[in-house]
């Protein structure tokens, strides 16, 4: 991270993320032609001294076929049952307007280091008096390392569901009271 900008200053005390002004996702490009997204409705995010720590319910996982949400839940997939939960900690640093976080996520009872980028904006106070900042980060695992490894052949060859899977979260923390 290198920039110019005068830094954001990494909020002090407790914050947690609004989830109503929140988002968890992530993206995975599929059969070369295209990108399958999907987000998480219940999801918990907390920034404490510069400590961020997340957890996402994956049973709320949204996609746009009921049928594809009950394959992703299943042994193949998240194996939801017996893994409710991806987790996520690290330590937040920034520059200028830049943002990251080195820690560790666990999906699928597997832990591995992970380092999410992208940007902090704030403090604002917002018209009912709360003081927020945001957070937008992003990274890229290989869902393999996790135990994801289901996959279906393409009649070239290669497999329909790519190993890259980009996880996303943007985030508008309150400060708690």
């Not at 307007?97 to 106070?125: N, Y």
Request: aromatic share 6%; hydrophobic share 40%.
């Amino acid at each position: 991270m290198s920039t110019t900008e005068q830094s954001v200053a990494i909020p002090t005390g407790t914050w947690q993320a609004d989830a109503v002004h929140s988002a968890v996702g992530f993206e995975v490009p599929y059969m070369g032609v295209a990108t399958f997204s999907g987000s998480v409705e219940q999801f918990e995010a907390t920034l404490a001294d510069g400590e961020l720590t997340g957890s996402a319910q994956i049973g709320t996982l949204v996609t746009k076929d009921e049928n594809l949400k009950a394959h992703l839940l299943a042994p193949d997939f998240f194996d939801a049952e017996r893994h409710p939960t991806v987790a996520f900690r690290g330590t937040l640093r920034s520059e200028g307007s830049q943002a990251e976080v080195v820690g560790e996520i666990t999906i699928k009872g597997v832990t591995r280091p992970a380092t999410l980028t992208g940007t902090i904006t704030g403090p604002v106070v917002d018209p009912y008096g709360n003081e927020r900042y945001g957070l937008s980060l992003g990274t890229t695992i290989d869902r393999t390392e996790f135990g994801i490894t289901w996959n279906a052949p393409m009649p070239d060859g290669t497999n329909a569901l790519a190993d890259e899977v980009t996880l996303e979260a943007d985030l508008s923390l309150v400060k708690a009271a």
